[in-house]
T-cell receptor, first 111, second 114 residues
Framework: SQELEQSPQSLIVQEGKNLTINCTSSKTLYGLYWYKQKYGEGLIFLMMLQKGGEEKSHEKITAKLDEKKQQSSLHITASQPSHAGIYLCGAGFSGSYKYIFGTGTRLKVLA | NAGVTQTPKFRVLKTGQSMTLLCAQDMNHEYMYWYRQDPGMGLRLIHYSVGEGTTAKGEVPDGYNVSRLKKQNFLLGLESAAPSQTSVYFC?????????????FGPGTRLTVT
């Protein structure tokens, strides 16, 4: 089955520190999303990557998709308490109508 | 535009009761999805639809039925609720495939089955 492995499962960092979350697939991705979810709330779209080697940034968050389109990383620079939440990667695969999501990374930022 | 809306937001059911969750989108999207989210399990696809009048099974379809009679609505039904169906349910929609587009999510429905 097509799966997305997301790591780490949880992360606690001090405010101001940088951090990276990874999302890995055993198959080539057609495209990949990153979403953020605040505890008990809905999903907030962050970024979408489709081209191998693509990199996008929004404020202090940068996401990259590797050349083989099997791994993506989400990097947060100078983390803030507002970055806390659950980060989910989701992906589509060529020829499939389905989207698969990782199990999520719970981020806590200590003030 | 309201985007993707879900009703109800919260519901408590007793084992064996039935209910229908409604998802509505006003973006003229072809594809609609129902997911459930459980702790440590991420989002799992229950059923999806690639157009009006069509539905298909996802990863965890057992115990659920769906209907897409109108393009803008996607209904998820629980005929006989079980405690294992306690979860947060999310609906999502996206454009017709041919590219890779953002999935738009609803705010979720928190369901508890006692």
């Amino acid at each position: 089955s097509q799966e997305l492995e997301q790591s780490p499962q949880s992360l606690i960092v001090q405010e101001g520190k940088n951090l990276t979350i990874n999302c890995t697939s055993s198959k080539t991705l057609y495209g990949l999303y990153w979403y953020k979810q605040k505890y008990g709330e809905g999903l907030i779209f962050l970024m979408m990557l489709q081209k191998g080697g693509e990199e996008k940034s929004h404020e202090k968050i940068t996401a990259k998709l590797d050349e083989k389109k099997q791994q993506s990383s989400l990097h947060i620079t100078a983390s803030q308490p507002s970055h806390a939440g659950i980060y989910l990667c989701g992906a589509g695969f060529s020829g499939s109508y389905k989207y698969i999501f990782g199990t999520g990374t719970r981020l806590k930022v200590l003030a | 535009n309201a985007g993707v809306t879900q009703t109800p937001k919260f519901r408590v059911l007793k084992t064996g009761q039935s209910m229908t969750l409604l998802c509505a989108q006003d973006m003229n999207h072809e594809y609609m999805y129902w997911y459930r989210q459980d702790p440590g399990m991420g989002l799992r696809l229950i059923h999806y639809s690639v157009g009006e009048g069509t539905t298909a099974k996802g990863e965890v379809p057992d115990g659920y039925n769906v209907s897409r009679l109108k393009k803008q609505n996607f209904l998820l039904g629980l005929e006989s609720a079980a405690p294992s169906q306690t979860s947060v349910y999310f609906c999502a929609s996206t454009f017709l495939q041919g590219g890779f587009y953002e999935q738009y999510f609803g705010p979720g429905t928190r369901l508890t089955v006692t």
